[in-house]
């Protein structure tokens, strides 16, 4: 079973542009989470999707945003960049349905300048 | 709220002494509790579950709901242990709510 994809690896952006990072899930798996890891701030939850439906939000404005497709690929969207959105945004799938263990991706490395 | 707290953010043993990575928390309702593992150049992944009871790689975590804590140890540590652990409680919706994570470091 192929795990969590997510692309691009490594990115690079300036302060003010927006970016969208991809998630591919387990296949199977309908849940999908995103986490921003920082060294000051540790791992912190962004949202989860579940059946294309937000369910569940973490405390970050409004300027990070996510979708969820039909085939249960997510993509993460952060507009109008700040430097202190660098970070590593890491993606994590589960089947959903009860079944609580996370499968976490390799992330992207965002870095704003 | 719902908090989870490392309170070791590096721990150094020497191979083949015990390691006890501290994790407590404070949730109001039943708690799930995972540990998860990072070695280096390698993604997060599950190393155990307190439902589940099991020994993987030779640790345990005991889940303690009087001292609201869930601390993971193995008696003796080997050099592959080197890595960054966190402790993780589960909530609703599938979210997770991380500690600060412990660096171990297993010197020969």
């Known amino acids: 079973k192929a795990g969590v994809t997510q692309t691009p690896r490594y990115l690079i952006k300036t302060r003010g542009q927006q970016v969208t990072l991809s998630c591919s899930p387990i296949?199977?798996?309908?849940?999908v989470s995103w986490y921003q890891q920082t060294p000051g701030q540790g791992l912190q939850f962004l949202f989860e999707?579940?059946?294309?439906?937000?369910?569940n939000k973490g405390n970050f404005p409004g300027r990070f945003s996510g979708r969820q497709f039909s085939n249960s690929r997510s993509e993460m969207n952060v507009s109008t960049l700040e430097l202190g959105d660098s970070a590593l945004y890491l993606c994590?799938?589960?089947?959903?349905?009860?079944?609580?263990?996370?499968?976490f991706g390799q992330g992207t490395r965002l870095t704003v300048v | 709220a719902q908090r989870v707290t490392q309170p070791e953010k590096l721990l150094s043993v020497f191979k083949g002494a015990p390691v006890e990575l501290k994790c407590n928390y404070s949730?109001?309702?039943?708690?799930?509790l995972f540990w998860y593992v990072q070695y280096s150049r390698q993604r997060l992944q599950l190393l155990l579950r307190?439902?589940s009871r099991e020994s993987i790689k030779g640790f345990t975590a005991d889940l303690n709901k009087g001292e609201t804590s869930f601390h993971l140890k193995k008696p003796f540590a080997q050099e592959e242990d080197s890595a960054m652990y966190y402790c993780?409680?589960?909530?609703?919706?599938?979210?997770?709510?991380f500690g600060g994570g412990t660096r171990v470091l297993v010197k020969p």
């Open positions: 994590a799938s589960s089947p959903g349905q009860g079944k609580t263990e996370a499968f």
């Open positions: 296949s199977g798996h309908r849940s």
């Open positions: 999707y579940f059946s294309e439906t937000q369910r």
């Open positions: 949730y109001s309702g039943s708690p799930e």
């Open positions: 307190h439902i």
């Open positions: 993780a409680l589960y909530l609703a919706g599938n979210k997770l709510t």
